[in-house]
């Protein structure tokens, strides 16, 4: 039962006995015949959802820290309820997607599920959870900050903590026939990252300041375009030279070799005379077929953290070039190939595109001669120019 109370301090408390304990929660609002009229009405609420079985703990007190109190006693009470909780079913869902993902995407989801999802939800009755409570855990994610005040998680990272609960409830809804929550849902508005790829002139900075050790290696990332995980999973055999072809077969992803990422990242590349001789120079060292191409100074496996922390922002710094992400190598070979008018369509199967599109919509605005914006070609050559 629920009933209220006021403190001594004048702030009402709830006070409600469930499953045998005692909980006690303020409603940090003073005595006013106002607030006593809302304290009554919500005391009314939650004993008729109790009188029903239907009470949920974290849909009065969101915030309290006796919400996982009241459904670990819950879930002791009842263990044989109709429907599993959201944690129970979570696991089971993992394990049958096991066998599809490869092994680092099935790590990446599963961390996600157990630091984020299982904490909020576990202790929940899968056909229970609402479109509310997905809000409630959108807002206490967006107000996660670092320790300089700045939010620790942006939208797209909120929106892809959410997807797989997205997944694991709509076939939890087919194959337990309950109504699925979440048809009125609304992904949170992304903000693009910027792209900053480096000019012509600010390439040639950056070479002439890069430690000669690694001169080659980003010599190859600027040439070819190359993800981080796929230059990083780079092999020996990988590398054709009579033909003068770098095949991406597989990626360096969480310490361990992964397949591509899509059908059209499996792509062969073709080398030109700079890239040629830069693995040329970069394999002479190299014994085995099997040997990775590019390692660290203790011949290890190139992590995306090492490279960033140790080689590219104190190149940059040491350059005078603005602070940009490490995937700008990747952005600045495709501004630059466009540039030099290179056929869009190379320019896509170089970069593991599936299509022009994203040359056009990304790319462009970097490039003078890549389009016009005014009208003026179409007018020079409707004038015979």
Same mark, same amino acid.
């Given at each position: ?65 006796? &919400? ?14 109709? @429907? ?95 109504? @699925? ?41 600027? @040439? ?121 369509? @190379? ?19 970097? &490039? ?18």
């Amino acid at each position: 039962m629920a009933n209220y109370r006021i403190r001594p301090n004048g702030i009402i408390q709830y006070d409600l006995h469930v499953f045998g304990v005692r909980f006690r929660e303020s409603s940090k609002m003073p005595a006013t015949p106002k607030n006593i009229k809302i304290a009554k009405a919500t005391v009314k609420q939650m004993n008729a959802e109790l009188e029903l079985n239907t009470f949920e703990y974290r849909d009065f007190f969101p915030d309290s820290k006796k &919400v996982d109190k009241f459904e670990t006693l819950r879930r002791e009470k009842y263990p044989d309820l109709l @429907y599993p909780y959201f944690d129970d079913y979570t696991n089971e869902w993992l394990e049958r997607q096991e066998h599809r993902w490869s092994r680092s995407y099935y790590r990446a989801i599963s961390s996600d599920i157990q630091r984020y999802l299982l904490p909020f939800f576990g202790n929940t009755l899968i056909n229970e959870i609402t479109l509310k409570q997905v809000d409630k855990f959108r807002e206490s994610l967006s107000k996660k900050t670092n320790k300089n005040g700045n939010s620790l998680l942006l939208n797209a990272r909120i929106n892809a903590l959410i997807g797989p609960m997205i997944s694991i409830i709509s076939l939890a809804s087919e194959e337990l026939s309950f109504e @699925y929550p979440f048809r009125r849902y609304k992904r949170l508005r992304e903000t693009a990252a910027e792209s900053s790829p480096l000019t012509k002139a600010q390439l040639k900075l950056f070479m002439e300041n890069v430690d000669p050790n690694w001169y080659d290696y980003y010599l190859v990332r600027f @040439y070819t375009g190359m993800r981080s995980c796929e230059i990083h999973g780079l092999q020996v055999k990988h590398l054709i030279f009579e033909h003068k072809l770098i095949k991406i077969r597989q990626n360096w992803v969480q310490g361990q070799f992964s397949d591509v990422k899509t059908p059209k990242s499996r792509r062969d590349i073709k080398m030109s005379e700079p890239v040629y001789q830069a693995l040329k120079r970069v394999i002479a060292s190299k014994n085995h077929q099997d040997d990775i191409v590019f390692t660290d100074p203790k011949d290890r496996p190139l992590s995306c953290h090492y490279v960033a922390r140790k080689i590219w922002y104190p190149t940059l710094k040491k350059a005078g070039l603005d602070k940009r992400r490490p995937y700008e190598t990747r952005h600045t070979a495709a501004v630059l190939h466009m540039a030099a008018l290179e056929n869009p369509v @190379y320019i896509s199967r170089m970069l593991g595109h599936s299509n022009t599109k994203m040359l056009f919509d990304i790319y462009a605005p970097y &490039v003078v001669n890549a389009t016009g914006t005014d009208g003026s070609a179409f007018t020079r050559l409707m004038a015979g120019e």
